[in-house]
């Protein structure tokens, strides 16, 4: 993912991956010299992603357990929270999202990212780094939940992410910092999905 690889200074970094499947946030921070706990709680899931650390022979720390029962003592430099969502993004893989016989339930989807964001906040060391991200376009998932966030801890602040990495990268990159891009089609014709993603830094 995209700002995930915007990241930087996260070799030998201790880095949680919350609601990591399939595996894929996981293995890009591994192979960028992170040291990754990977915490999903669906065991189906854990045993694909098991199967497939074994296979590209990457060691991964992977825990079965519901993020929100993780303990306050475990501290981190980075957390990843690639939060549930309306998966709106994905419209053009899933056009048959807005066939559904029911709107997505933003109070009980909100409810559960900000629950989210408050327990990474407290799995972070001093100066740590939470990325908050979503395959979602809709500002009451990505920018109200972030806003709401900040107001609420003002020892955290938004930070910008690097674009020296990617040309042209800065369009993604809206006013107020947010990695923010809608579906579209690239100049080099690759399709991509609706996205959201914060990065927040702890002050203290």
Known sequence: MLPIYLLNNIKNKNVADL?????????????????????????????LMKKNFQRLKLDCNIINMDVLKIRNNKKFDFVILDAPCS????????????????????????SLQKNLLNKAKNLLTKNGILIYMICSFFHEEGK????????????????????????NIDSYI???????????KLKSKVLVDGFFAAKLKKND
């Open 19 to 47: 609601c990591a499947a399939p595996g894929g946030k996981s293995f890009q921070l591994i192979t960028s010299g992170a040291m990754v706990t990977a915490f999903e709680k669906n065991s189906k899931k854990i045993d």
């Open 144 to 167: 109200n939940v972030i806003e709401n966030f900040l107001d609420k801890n003002k020892n955290f602040s938004l930070q910008k992410f690097s674009i020296n990495k990617i040309n």
């Open 174 to 184: 809206d006013k107020n910092g947010f990695y923010y891009i809608l579906p579209h």
């Open 87 to 110: 998966s709106i993004g994905t419209i053009r893989r899933h056009p048959e999202i807005i066939f559904r016989s029911r709107s997505p339930n933003f109070i009980k989807i909100t």
